[in-house]
């Protein structure tokens, strides 16, 4: 007896035959039964691929473990970055650079960052100067970072003249000009200055405070500002009692015995007084 046989992934069945068990002659032929099942293919990877990495795969056959050829899976090019991390600060003058990597594959990119905006600050818009006044209390701030100045300029030098440190000096012609401060980033700023015969007025006395409490025999130095900046009138100082206090001609106040007294200091036709109380 030849005995029956199940279909597999690539034969048939066969049904059962019969063959002489001592010569082997077939008796009775077996038969095709059933077809050839085929194979129960399923993808198997063999490498995942990565963003910047080809991955591999094959089939195989579940049941008779019959394999195809190999074949690749493409790189996923999805790169897993991190954050941004800034390689060069940008200034006004340059564009910055930051770079970020893949956690996988250690890709790297980079970006640019954009330059800083210009700005420019000055601390004043306009000023008046008596012929022949030098002044450098016109100042430049502000800057973003990387900038400075390039220039300054004069719309006419025959009523003000400007040095590229921003000194300012007026001519002997009065009159009115504008100055023109030019940064590294081309960010302009003007000043308008306006020249006279006579000196610059002061119109107020800042920087003071009204009232002083002092110990008897410590000493206070008072530092009055004048507007405008280009004021330059000399300034005095006088106290009411000089058996309580007195005050120098260079504005140090001395407490000398308790009790109250005024200091008046003075520039031109503007005055600003300070109360100071002495103290034991
Ligand atoms: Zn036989
Ligand atoms: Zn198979
Ligand atoms: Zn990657």
């Known amino acids: 007896m030849i005995p029956a046989k199940e279909a597999t992934c690539t034969e048939p069945s066969l049904t059962e035959g019969k063959k002489c068990s001592t010569c082997g002659k ?18 198997v990877t063999d490498k995942e691929a990565t963003c910047g ?17 190999e074949e690749k899976i493409p790189a996923t090019g999805e790169h897993k970055y991190g954050a941004y ?3 060069r600060d940008a200034t006004a003058l340059t564009n910055g ?23 420019i600050k000055l601390n004043t818009t306009s000023i008046t100067l008596k012929v022949k006044q030098s002044t450098t209390k016109v100042t430049v701030s502000g800057l973003a970072k990387g900038d400075r100045v390039a220039f300054w300029k004069s719309s006419n030098t ?13 001519q002997k012609k009065t009159g009115s000009a504008v100055l023109t401060v030019t940064l ?12 006279q015969k006579t000196d610059v007025k002061t119109k107020k006395i800042s920087g003071l405070s009204k009232n002083i409490t002092l110990k008897a025999k410590k000493k206070v130095t008072l530092k009055p500002v004048l507007s405008p900046i280009t004021s330059v009138q000399k300034i005095t100082y006088k106290t009411s009692n000089k058996a309580i206090a007195t005050v120098s001609n260079k504005g140090v106040i001395t407490a000398k015995k ?3 007294v005024k200091i008046t200091v003075q520039a031109g036709t503007k005055k600003f007084v300070v109360t100071v109380t002495v103290k034991k």
Do not use: F
């Open 26 to 43: 077939i008796l009775e032929p077996q038969e095709e039964a059933d077809p050839a099942l085929g194979h129960q293919m399923k993808s």
């Open 53 to 69: 990495v080809d991955g591999r795969r094959h089939e195989e056959c579940e049941v008779c473990g019959y394999k195809n050829a």
């Open 85 to 87: 991390k800034v390689t």
């Open 97 to 119: 650079i930051k770079v970020r990597s893949c956690s996988v594959c250690g890709n790297q990119e980079s970006a640019s960052i954009a330059k800083l905006n210009p700005i």
């Open 158 to 170: 025959k009523i003000v003249t400007v040095s590229n440190t921003g000194k300012i000096t007026a």
């Open 184 to 195: 590294k980033s081309g960010k302009k700023a003007i000043v308008k200055v306006k020249v």
């Open 258 to 260: 308790p009790g109250k």
